[in-house]
């Protein structure tokens, strides 16, 4: 076991999976941290489970940057350990006795995190699905059998080495959708913290760009529970997010984030920990739109997690993360 650092009083931290496009970035913005110890193992101890255990235990914090089967595979192996385990695969996301690593989901989550030592990671698309859905279904507005649906483009960093060779190679598509098959992955944590009843309709896409995505979420008639306006959606979400650093609500129809006063650009946040959301509205048709804004690579993955190690460190929550001008 080696570490780059031996001060006292240190948070521990051990990245399994720091090679991969999360675990990289976690690191970034980690490995210059006076308050943070970050434990490593040998390139040819990082496949053998016990190793990985045995330092895992010896952390204070273990982030799991991992496919799902090997992440369960190394928390079976962690057994009651007290380290505090953030994993970022999907294997945990609904489980019971895992805390969503959300800090802005509700006003009482933070405590829960502080309460847990078992976080599992937001999926980068449900992270601004759900900041959108959850305090409209709170609120009464969206109703809670209803059938949402979430539409989101994502730079190709989301889907990990493969798809970033696919990506740097000639002749890739420029645009496209996937997961037509409408079961995704991230649809059990949209449903489960969204506080539906029925699994949203997802349909995901991957643009011709590294980082950052855009979601939306059409606010039609046939989810809501009474009429309402642009207005009345931007005021829950306004109100339910009122002083959060991280997740500011544009002001109604802000055309100023706009792209020549027209385009929202699915890059405009990147490398940073914000994620924007904004409200627009024709009110002659009854139509409104609600859009969440962020970083695939940020608060979607690798800034999550390091949120909530300032979190159950003590420290400011904005330490190591950017935030948007």
Not at 17 to 23: A, C, F, I, L
Not at 275 to 297: C, F, T
Not at 307 to 323: M, P, R, S, W, Y
Request: proline share 5%; with cysteine.
């Amino acid at each position: 076991m080696t570490s780059n650092k031996t001060y006292a009083n240190r948070t521990k931290i051990f990245i399994d999976g720091q090679h991969g496009t999360t675990g990289l970035q976690i690191l970034d913005r980690l490995k210059d941290r006076p308050d943070i110890e970050l434990l490593e193992l040998p390139m040819a101890d990082r496949k053998d489970l016990g190793k990985r255990a045995e330092i895992a235990k010896a952390a204070d914090i273990a982030v799991l940057c991992l496919p799902d089967a090997a992440a369960k595979e190394l928390v079976a192996a962690l057994g009651d350990a007290d380290t505090v385990v953030i994993d970022a695969s999907t294997a945990h996301r609904v489980a019971d006795g895992w805390t969503y690593g959300f800090p802005e989901m509700a006003k009482d989550h933070r405590q829960k995190l502080l309460d847990s030592n078992r976080i599992s990671n937001p999926g980068c698309y449900p992270t601004g699905a759900i900041a959108i859905l959850r305090p409209l279904v709170d609120a009464g507005i969206v109703r809670a059998d209803s059938t949402p649906a979430v539409f989101g483009v994502s730079g190709y960093t989301g889907g990990g080495k493969e798809l970033i060779a696919v990506h740097e190679q000639p002749g890739v598509e420029p645009f496209g959708l996937y997961g037509l098959e409408l079961t995704h992955k991230h649809v059990p944590e949209m449903k489960k913290y969204s506080h539906l009843k029925h699994a949203p309709m997802f349909v995901p896409s991957v643009g011709h760009y590294a980082q950052g995505m855009l979601i939306t979420v059409p606010i039609t008639r046939d989810i809501v529970a009474r009429k309402v306006s642009a207005k009345d959606v931007h005021n829950v979400l306004s109100d339910y997010y009122a002083g959060e650093t991280f997740v500011p609500v544009r002001p109604l129809a802000d055309r100023k984030w706009l792209e020549r006063d027209r385009f929202l650009r699915a890059d405009r946040l990147v490398d940073t920990n914000t994620m924007e959301l904004a409200v627009y509205g024709n009110e002659a048709e009854e139509q409104i739109l609600a859009v969440a804004s962020l970083d695939n690579l940020g608060k979607g993955a690798s800034g999550a997690a390091v949120q909530c190690i300032n979190l159950k460190t003590g420290v400011d929550e904005t330490t190591g993360l950017a935030v948007a001008a």
